[in-house]
């Protein structure tokens, strides 16, 4: 298989940019249900001449569904696929949302879908899952290096890889930093960028952009199915340039030159390019900001996009008593009109040359011509009689590639998808037994202080890598373990260890991030991680089909807005929410990193021009999880809570002293109102 170029289209002008420079396929979105709800995007409309112009082209589609959906917005969201399918249909559809690709593929036979890089796909265990799921591609986590991108290659599904374009520096589909401080969901496209913002006095959080041209050839040596571009928040000038060097690179199987490399940063950079994901090299080096000079050089670039156009075959014949006729080739594709009759010319009769040249005035078409021509001497043909002809064939002939390069649609087998979605709306199931789940991701309390919470609760949560913290006399069969929020193919025998040691102490139950670990997993009792992404009553309903005991649901959600499900659903109600995991370490960037390998519990504090602090934490791997500054206080609606069908109330602790987990669960038990500075997350909405 060739491997495809796709570049972003925000914009109608950026999508001719990026066909023009020679991309294969382009992915953009409607005005809704898109990770990029600020760019242009394209009303129902406009995506309908979008696609055909692409069609026209040869260009695949893509259209992004990349974000997470409520209950209430199913109709919707499947009413837009809906009109696509029937009148424009694209090549596949990049979807976030599990619930989502299940309505979809339930709704639609046959549709083909693309998990988008927020689904976090970095290792190979669960890509047999999302075969199942219906994915024919994933996007890979931009996090992945060489060999984590080679391994999913081998796993037989379609790989798509970033080699160009910003870099969130939160784990894909694991930020919650810009939906806590400013209620722009960056999971719902809206993202707000509070990781370019400054902190301490610098920026340890702003990544550089992503570049893989120096390694484009070896990527074609690998296999990768699919190149993509970042960036559809960016200029037509943007796509044109970047899209055309790597098309170039990926045409001659190349490196680029250092002319090329000056190209690609004349455009947009940040402090230059970084590729440490890639070769593995993560670390402060790959910091960086949009400088005055970043800026300047941008300024001071000028970009020519030159039309791309299509070459056609024209056979042209005029003869006497007979009506002209005018057929174009393309590609194995052909179209033939028919015009007036000449007549007899009096003095002047039509020249070959004459003809040549006014069947070649193609003007706003996308074709240029080369004419083959039969033509009788003695013959006369009007000037409008000519321009019918050629105007008849080129809107003829555009028509029969844009036919010829369409997909045939997915028609809708029943709306059976969206009718339950609507009836579980709001649905509850206030009368189940509730739980206290206790959650500790900062120092370990001692075996003492645990046995004399598990007296009160079902089930404390530890971190996995650090279960060899516990202590001796604890009752490990309350004892969830929390596996780390990435876990590459390189770790997988450390984790599996780390599962081994797990199941010899007598812990019986894993708390999931990623439903591609289940394969990791088996003889646990499951419960699914706020990783999930839980906002809807579907994505419910897939979690409990993968065996899990119960799911938290995300905090994005205020959970009065999903339905019932088979499986006991969680929430937080108290503790600094987690708002990014970071596969760079946060606390070394600010300087208070104290070592890889010397198993201490870094941490430090990142305050921003508000004052507000946010505390970051070292997690498995070197990582970081980086909390919110102000705590969510829901200990005093958990009658409120019960009603809405929440069975498991979460409290997460981080820096708290065990004098301040006692008070908090006390206060939980009596459902006191909050003191001090505190937030109610989601449940404001």
Not at 105 to 118: D, M, N, V
Not at 262 to 271: H, I, N
Request: with cysteine.
């Amino acid at each position: 298989m060739k491997t495809e170029l796709l570049a972003p289209a925000g914009s109608f002008d950026a999508l001719k940019a990026a066909v023009y420079a020679g991309a294969d396929a382009v992915y953009f979105g409607g005005t809704l249900f898109n990770a990029r709800v600020y760019a242009n995007n394209f009303d129902d409309e406009n995506i309908k001449t979008a696609i055909e112009f692409c069609r026209l082209y040869g260009v695949k589609v893509y259209i992004t569904l990349n974000t997470l959906i409520f209950d209430r917005e199913f109709k919707e969201v499947l009413d837009f696929v809906s009109m696509l399918e029937e009148d424009c249909p694209p090549d596949a559809y990049i979807v976030q949302d599990l619930g989502l690709a299940s309505s979809l593929r339930e709704t639609f036979e046959g549709i083909q879908l693309h998990a988008s890089t927020q689904l976090l796909v970095h290792n190979s265990f669960g890509i047999d899952l999302l075969k199942e799921k219906g994915f024919s591609r994933v996007v890979v986590a931009r996090e992945c290096s060489k060999s984590d991108i080679a391994a999913i290659k081998k796993s037989g599904i379609e790989t798509e890889v970033f080699v160009h374009g910003a870099l969130c520096v939160s784990a894909s589909g694991g930020c919650m930093f810009s939906a806590a401080i400013g209620d722009r969901s960056g999971n719902r496209g809206s993202c707000a960028q509070p990781c370019r913002q400054s902190y301490n006095g610098t920026f340890p959080l702003s990544l550089k952009d992503l570049c893989l041209a120096e390694h484009v050839k070896e990527m074609l040596e690998m296999g990768i199915d699919c190149m993509k571009i970042e960036g559809r928040m960016k200029s037509p000038e943007y796509v044109y340039t970047i899209t055309k060097v790597y098309r170039t690179l990926i045409d001659e199987r190349r490196l680029p030159t250092d002319a090329e490399l000056a190209e690609l940063k004349s455009v947009f950079t940040r402090s230059g390019f970084t590729d440490g994901y890639f070769t593995a090299e993560v670390g402060p080096h790959m910091s960086g900001i949009r400088t005055e000079e970043d800026k300047a050089v941008t300024r001071n670039t000028s970009v020519e996009i030159r039309e791309r156009k299509l070459n056609v075959q024209f056979n042209c014949v005029v003869k006497n008593k007979m009506p002209s006729s005018l057929e174009a080739y393309f590609g194995g594709i052909s179209f033939k009109a028919y015009g007036a009759v000449p007549e007899k010319a009096l003095k002047h009769p039509l020249a070959k040359e004459d003809l040549t040249s006014r069947l070649k005035k193609l003007g706003n078409t996308p074709f240029l011509a080369e004419v083959e021509l039969t033509l009788e001497d003695g013959l006369i043909l009007p000037v409008s009689a000519v321009n019918s002809l050629r105007r008849e064939v080129c809107e003829g002939l555009k028509s029969e590639i844009i036919k010829n390069n369409s997909p045939k649609g997915h028609l809708s087998k029943n709306n059976e998808v969206a009718n339950n979605a609507k009836k579980d709306f709001c649905r509850n199931l206030g009368n189940k037994k509730t739980e206290i789940v206790l959650r500790f991701e900062g120092d370990i309390p001692s075996a003492k202080f645990i046995n004399k919470l598990l007296a009160k609760v079902e089930r404390i949560d530890v971190p996995l890598w650090r279960i060899n913290e516990l202590r001796g006399g604890t009752d490990f069969s309350k004892i969830s373990a929390i596996m780390p929020r990435t876990v590459f193919n390189s770790e997988r025998d450390t984790v599996c260890e780390l599962l081994k040691r797990a199941r010899t102490l007598g812990i019986t139950q894993l708390t999931v991030p990623n439903v591609s670990f289940i394969p990791l997993c088996d003889g646990f009792t499951l419960h699914g991680d706020y990783t999930l992404n839980i906002t809807n009553s579907r994505t419910l309903k897939e979690v409990s089909g993968l065996g899990f005991d119960s799911a938290l649901l995300s905090f994005e959600l205020n959970p009065r807005f999903v339905g019932e499900a088979d499986l006991k659903k969680e929430y937080i109600v108290y503790g600094r929410m987690p708002l990014m995991h970071t596969e760079c370490c946060m606390i070394q960037n600010a300087g208070k990193c104290q070592g890889k390998n010397k198993g201490i519990r870094c941490s430090c504090f990142l305050t921003d021009k508000t004052g507000a602090s946010f505390l970051a934490m070292r997690e498995y791997g070197h990582r970081n999880i980086i909390y919110n500054a102000f705590p969510t206080y829901l200990l005093d609606k958990r009658k409120e809570l019960a009603q809405q069908g929440i069975n498991g109330f979460i409290l997460l602790f981080t820096d708290e002293y065990e004098k301040t987990v006692e008070n908090v669960l006390d206060r939980f038990e009596r459902g006191l109102p909050p003191e001090g500075k505190f937030t109610r997350a989601a449940l404001k909405k």
